[in-house]
């Protein structure tokens, strides 16, 4: 079976400042797919990142930063100087690599607040 | 269409009542999903179509749900005799397909039942 956690129900941080988001997964496959989601209250949800277990570089988009570590089984997103607009609910998923197999298995959810 | 499409974006029922639930997916995307998220918590994978053919419906909660895409195309998700249970949104999303391509979700739907 498998499983994501995301221990941080809600997180609420100041303007400007850094923030990391924590997720955990766990799974008996040596290969699989990480994920992280945006969810903003219009409700969809906003693809972030796509990381393959065999790839364990870490990952940096403008503010955005991944940190994927096999070894502790975690994938970890960092947002440096935070924005307003970076409110959200944040989503880590997990999907298996079998053929007729592709859903997604998502962690609780992170809701983030940035303070202006 | 650009992105996928849900309709209705809210619908309200009453508990017994049968309910339809509309997704049209991505042109030309093969892979279509739908899941349920309820209040507070993450999205969980109900069923899974590649073209018309149903994959898994394993997440499926009960015999209450049904799903079709009887053209590969549009979807719906019915849910009959509704529960008070049920109230989630209701989320699609659909795929090229395969283990490459990513997933593109619509805003879904919320469904509340009284």
């Known amino acids: 079976a498998q499983k994501v956690t995301q221990a941080q129900t809600e997180i609420s941080v100041v303007e400007k400042e850094d923030v990391t988001l924590d997720c955990v997964y766990e799974?008996?496959?040596?290969?699989?797919?990480l994920f992280w989601y945006k969810q903003p209250p219009s409700g969809e949800l906003v693809f972030l990142i796509r990381?393959?277990?065999?790839?364990?570089q870490n990952e940096i988009s403008g503010r955005y930063s991944w940190n994927f570590q096999k070894s502790t089984s975690s994938f970890n997103f960092t947002i440096t100087a935070s924005q307003v607009v970076d409110s959200a609910v944040y989503f880590c998923?997990?999907?298996?690599?079998?053929?007729?197999?592709?859903?997604?298995?998502f962690g609780t959810g992170t809701r983030l607040t940035i303070i202006p | 269409g650009a992105g996928v499409s849900q309709s209705p974006r809210y619908k309200v029922a009453k508990r017994g009542q049968d309910v339809a639930l509309r997704c049209d997916p991505i042109?030309?995307?093969?892979?279509l999903f739908w899941y349920q998220q309820a209040l507070g918590q993450g999205p969980e994978f109900l069923t899974y179509?590649?073209?018309?053919?149903?994959?898994?419906k394993s997440g499926l909660p009960s015999d209450r749900f049904f799903a079709e895409r009887p053209e590969g195309s549009v979807s719906t998700l019915k849910i009959q005799r509704t529960q008070q249970e049920d109230s989630a949104v209701y989320l699609c999303?659909?795929?090229?397909?395969?283990?490459?391509?990513?997933?593109?979700f619509g805003s879904g739907t919320r469904l509340t039942v009284v």
């Open positions: 179509f590649q073209n018309e053919a149903q994959l898994d």
């Open positions: 042109s030309g995307h093969v892979s």
């Open positions: 998923a997990l999907r298996q690599l079998r053929f007729g197999n592709e859903k997604l298995t």
């Open positions: 990381r393959n277990s065999f790839d364990e």
């Open positions: 999303a659909s795929s090229l397909g395969g283990f490459y391509y990513g997933y593109t």
């Open positions: 799974t008996r496959d040596t290969t699989y797919y």
